[in-house]
């Protein structure tokens, strides 16, 4: 029993570290999507706007980015990219595990789709004054900030994770 117990520690742990991963991911695909599709009926209208919009585009794409940044953490905190056997977690220390993930889990998923929201509407901004770029970035830089404090957490929690013993 004591093994089993062990096993779904840990197997939550990793349901963590791959949720780290695939919901900041998954806003991001989202995110960049919104802005691809209004830019490029933008683009359709004035093709010398692509760089501009492109440059909206990419932003909300930095989410799966620091997903990708805290699964990596978490895998090696596990052992999994070592040669040793992954630590056996208890179940409490897995769904802490777990909970550290989630701060870039969540923020990073929600951040990605509103960012592509702000993106799209900085395309608006674009269309009729291109001059005013740096005002759809900036608006987009406010919500990059709690992505980044959504990142600062999970990283934290996970450098100061130690199990139980």
């Known amino acids: 029993m004591a093994d089993w117990m062990s096993l779904c520690g840990t197997a939550v742990a ?5 949720l780290a991963v695939g919901l900041p991911c998954s806003g991001s695909a989202i995110g960049v999507g919104t802005v691809g599709q209004a ?21 909300p794409g930095t989410q799966g980015l620091y997903g990708l940044v805290v699964w990596s953490f978490a895998m ?15 179940i409490q220390d ?11 889990s969540i923020g990073g998923l929600i951040c990605g789709i509103v960012m592509g929201r702000i993106g799209a509407g900085g395309l608006s901004l674009l269309a009729k004054r291109g001059a005013e770029l ?13 992505a980044i404090l959504c990142l600062l957490a999970s990283i934290l929690m996970l450098i100061f994770f130690q199990p139980t013993v």
């Open 134 to 146: 740096s005002k759809s970035i900036l608006m987009m830089v406010m919500m990059e900030f709690y």
């Open 94 to 104: 897995g769904l802490r595990f777990f909970g550290a993930c989630m701060p870039i």
């Open 76 to 90: 090696m905190k596990l052992g999994f990219f070592s040669n040793e056997a992954v630590a056996a977690l208890s």
């Open 14 to 18: 990793f349901l963590g570290a791959s």
């Open 39 to 59: 830019g490029a009926g933008i683009i359709s209208v004035d093709p010398d706007k692509f760089s501009r919009a492109l440059i909206l585009q990419i932003i």
